[in-house]
T-cell receptor
Framework: DGGITQSPKYLFRKEGQNVTLSCEQN?????MYWYRQDPGQGLRLIYYSQIVNDFQKGDIAEGYSVSREKKESFPLTVTSAQKNPTAFYLC?????????????FGSGTQLSVL | QQQVKQSPQSLIVQKGGISIINCAYENTAFDYFPWYQQFPGKGPALLIAIRPDVSEKKEGRFTISFNKSAKQFSLHIMDSQPGDSATYFCAAPRPGKLIFGQGTELSVKP
């Protein structure tokens, strides 16, 4: 069954702690994306990667970091510098890097602060 | 830095009615405008998209209308059903990425 797997589904962060959200895809897609979803603000782009070992900042990259060491994996780290991390985080992939191909989304990770 | 403005933020429609959601964009890298549908606790999924060599595209009960001169496009859901209750996002492409609108939470009452 091809698709995008995000884990965990729920995650809790303590003050000063870094946490990492996992995103794995078996669609053989080149491009991967991380979006943050807050009520009333839509989907805001955090980071995106068009190819292995390369990634670009999106609109709200501050306080986040990513890596793209493998084609199928694009983990997102929420660092302690992100002061308002509570949100629903969505990972997506697309077949190519042009930005207009169909995006396939995972089921998301809900991050909350303890 | 919002480049796609979507309205309304929420919408309540009676079963069988028409749901209309509007989007306005400032600029875009390509002429391609998708709508995504998201159910609670799930990721969004592509619903319908238009390339503006046409002004309208219809798929079943869902229709996109496009006005290039006004930089606006809209989603019409005909004969709305309770199962259509979801959040809808429009989007516009930029180089290498999609920029989404703020979302519209649609509730269809039986």
């Amino acid at each position: 069954d091809g698709g995008i797997t995000q884990s965990p589904k729920y995650l809790f962060r303590k003050e000063g702690q870094n946490v990492t959200l996992s995103c794995e895809q078996n669609l053989n897609h080149d491009a991967m994306y991380w979006y943050r979803q807050d009520p009333g603000q839509g989907l805001r782009l955090i980071y995106y990667s068009q190819i292995v070992n390369d990634f670009q900042k999106g609109d709200i990259a501050e306080g986040y970091s990513v890596s793209r060491e493998k084609k199928e994996s694009f983990p997102l780290t929420v660092t302690s510098a992100q002061k308002n991390p509570t949100a629903f985080y969505l990972c997506a992939s697309s077949i190519g890097p042009r930005g207009m191909e169909k995006l396939f989304f995972g089921s998301g990770t809900q991050l909350s602060v303890l | 830095q919002q480049q796609v403005k979507q309205s309304p933020q929420s919408l309540i429609v009676q079963k069988g009615g028409i749901s209309i959601i509007n989007c306005a964009y400032e600029n875009t890298a390509f002429d391609y405008f998708p709508w995504y549908q998201q159910f609670p606790g799930k990721g969004p999924a592509l619903l319908i998209a238009i390339r503006p060599d046409v002004s309208e595209k219809k798929e079943g009960r869902f229709t996109i209308s496009f006005n290039k001169s006004a930089k606006q496009f809209s989603l019409h859901i005909m004969d709305s059903q309770p199962g259509d209750s979801a959040t809808y996002f429009c989007a516009a492409p930029r180089p290498g990425k999609l920029i989404f609108g703020q979302g519209t939470e649609l509730s269809v009452k039986p």
